[in-house]
């Protein structure tokens, strides 16, 4: 089954604070990407990490992905509150040939609030 | 350039009404991707096509939810019979498999669909 699972759900962060956004996913992939979503608004990139061990950074977020133990982490560092939003992790999974499905796979999605 | 459109934005639908949602991708791009958002069960993908073939009807239910490409760059997804548990928003996406970024796909707004 393909399965992606994001954990937390919520998460309430004051600012200033450095918080880890989790992302399991349940079989063969060395494509995952991060996008956050604004309330009313659409899925806007953040990382596309596309090998193991490859780490991303953006400003106070950090994106690395793990493909053996089919974990991705989005680090957040000293947030503020421009970062509230909700944070998703997608795969592009491989089947048993090893091609790609070519869509992808979303994780439940992890709302964020950043208070002052 | 101009990103992804969808129209119309919001749509309310009687229930049993057909509907049809509209995308305008960005130019050049090959596969279009439609994915149905909900609170608590995330995004998953619809249906796909690349050039002017749909692939893929994945998703649930199949049969009543259907893409057609009239045009390289615009797709419409059309829901039959709608039933209350349609009521989502429904993003398009486009991708071009040349991309450097892993075939990273950019998605439109999204319409949101209630269905009474």
């Known amino acids: 089954e393909l399965k992606v699972e994001q954990n937390p759900l919520f998460l309430s962060m004051q600012e200033g604070k450095n918080y880890t956004i989790y992302c399991n996913y349940s079989t063969t992939s060395d494509r995952l990407y991060w996008y956050r979503q604004d309330p009313g608004k659409s899925l806007e990139s953040l990382f596309v990490l596309l090998s193991n061990g490859a780490v991303k950074q953006e400003g106070r977020l950090m994106a690395s992905l793990d493909t053996k133990a089919r974990l991705s982490t989005l680090h957040i560092t000293a947030a503020v509150h421009d970062l509230s939003a909700t944070y998703f992790c997608a795969v592009d999974f491989y089947n048993a040939g090893g091609t790609s499905y070519g869509k992808l796979t979303f994780g439940q999605g992890t709302i964020l609030t950043v208070h002052p | 350039g101009a990103g992804v459109s969808q129209s119309p934005r919001y749509k309310v639908a009687k229930r049993g009404r057909d509907v049809a949602l509209r995308c305008d991708s960005i130019?050049?791009?090959?596969?279009l991707y439609w994915y149905r958002q909900t609170l608590g069960q995330g995004s998953e993908v619809l249906t796909y096509s690349q050039s002017d073939a749909q692939r893929d009807k994945s998703g649930r239910p199949s049969g009543r939810f259907s893409a057609e490409r009239p045009e390289r760059s615009v797709s419409t997804l059309k829901i039959q019979r709608t039933e209350q548990g349609d009521s989502a928003v429904y993003l398009c996406?486009?991708?071009?498999?040349?991309?450097?970024?892993?075939?990273?796909?950019?998605f439109g707004p999204g319409t949101r669909l209630t269905v009474l």
């Open positions: 130019s050049g791009h090959v596969t």
């Open positions: 996406a486009s991708s071009s498999p040349g991309a450097d970024q892993g075939d990273e796909q950019f």
